[in-house]
């Protein structure tokens, strides 16, 4: 059967070890090798116990725990020619030509120029005598298809992609903690919340928790937001709310892309409002934890998809991504969906809001 192996890529996030094991499984239902790669790229440079061989028990109670149990890095070696040299090694000693990649764009990205650079690598390690013509022949072609584990739903052409969901239900979570406390005593919070240049954790968050304000990246606020803010406040106060909430995506700025931190914002409501104010910084808690119903079976579905697109990949056809579309698993072209994510970053530096939330829309 074919050689396929699956790594995590990048920040952690719930529901990557059920789209892990639904590749494991799925392979080896239709006879394939799996292995894992630990550590990601890190794992695929180093090799040796890094690239173990699955099976299927050891993707058996998996499903439930949160961050991915077969590890993940950020690696520097793999952005080297060397270092993908000696990844692509250890791949064609193992007979992996199939690769399933759940990670962010960044990865996303690397695997695709890993894919277009393969047969030169290849030439390289033969000619450096570190394969044989005969593996080169075998292992000719390498195939790739990911899905994006990320809590920040900040890729274009899924509609939600693994651990967002399960980072939403701990910030309502811890939300509505603070909301208790903060009506006792009549006070205002901020909360941060995590997105580095997205917004949705905070909109979604916001609305589900009934927030008076929010400061996110897509789309900020003007430079005047000191008024409108403390405007808003003062009115719920008057409508007799005891206590307000406001949310900032980490990545917040004002309409001339100056950061707006929760310090910031303190500071505005106490000066202006002398209203009795907190700060709470959710950080690495919204990324920890079991996943929620939804993101296992996000990636359950996932998973298995990748396996089967693999399974039909040619030498021509184009990588995919595996994304949701409404209720449907689907596979789209990889590179377009990398691209348009790019653009929404672009549109952000050129501070040209309109089209930032435009491509950040569903396509
Ligand atoms: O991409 C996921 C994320 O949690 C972002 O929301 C955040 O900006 C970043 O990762 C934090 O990175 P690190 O875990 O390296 O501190």
């Known amino acids: 059967g074919k050689g396929i192996a699956v790594f995590t890529s990048g920040g952690d996030s719930q529901g990557m070890n059920a789209a892990v094991r639904a590749c494991v499984r799925m392979g080896i239902y239709l006879g394939c090798k799996v292995y894992f790669i630990r550590e990601g790229y890190q794992g695929m440079v180093d090799g040796g116990d890094n690239i173990v061989e699955a099976n299927w028990a050891s993707v058996s109670s998996i499903i439930h725990r949160g961050g991915t149990v077969i590890g993940s890095a950020r690696c520097t070696d793999f952005r080297q020619r060397e270092g993908r040299l000696k990844a692509a090694q250890n791949l064609i000693k193992k007979g992996i030509t199939n690769l399933v990649i759940i990670g962010g764009d960044g990865s996303l990205t690397g695997a695709n120029l890993f894919r277009q650079e393969w047969s030169s690598l290849l030439d390289e390690l033969l000619s450096t005598s570190r394969i044989t013509a005969d593996e080169k022949k075998k292992n000719g072609v390498l195939h790739i298809v990911g899905m994006v584990g990320s809590i920040d739903n900040d890729f274009c052409g899924t509609d939600m992609t693994i651990g967002t969901d399960s980072a939403l239900h701990r910030i309502i979570e811890a939300i509505d903690a603070i909301v208790s406390t903060a009506y006792s005593h009549q006070r205002t919070f901020i909360m941060e919340v995590m997105g580095r240049h997205c917004g949705y954790l905070a909109i979604v968050a916001a609305l589900a928790s009934e927030a008076d304000y929010i ?16 405007d808003k406040l003062q009115q719920e106060r008057n409508a007799g709310q005891r206590l307000n909430i ?84 689907v596979r789209v072209p990889l590179m377009e969906c990398v691209e348009k994510t790019k653009a929404v970053a672009q549109a952000m530096a050129d501070k040209n809001w309109e089209l930032a939330v435009k491509l950040r829309g569903r396509s």
């Open 246 to 329: 406001i949310i900032v995506a980490e990545g917040a700025i004002d309409r001339e892309g100056k950061p707006i931190t929760a310090e910031d914002v303190k500071k505005v409501v106490v000066d202006k409002l002398q209203q009795d104010t907190r700060i709470t910084v959710l950080g690495h808690v919204q990324r920890g934890g079991n996943p929620s119903a939804f993101d296992r079976v996000l990636g359950c579905r996932m998973g298995a998809e990748a396996t089967l697109a693999l399974m039909e990949a040619t030498e021509t056809s184009v990588p995919c991504v595996v994304s949701l579309d409404g209720n449907q698993a």
């Open 215 to 230: 400061f996110i990246p897509e789309d900020p606020v003007e430079v005047n937001w000191p008024d409108a803010l403390c």
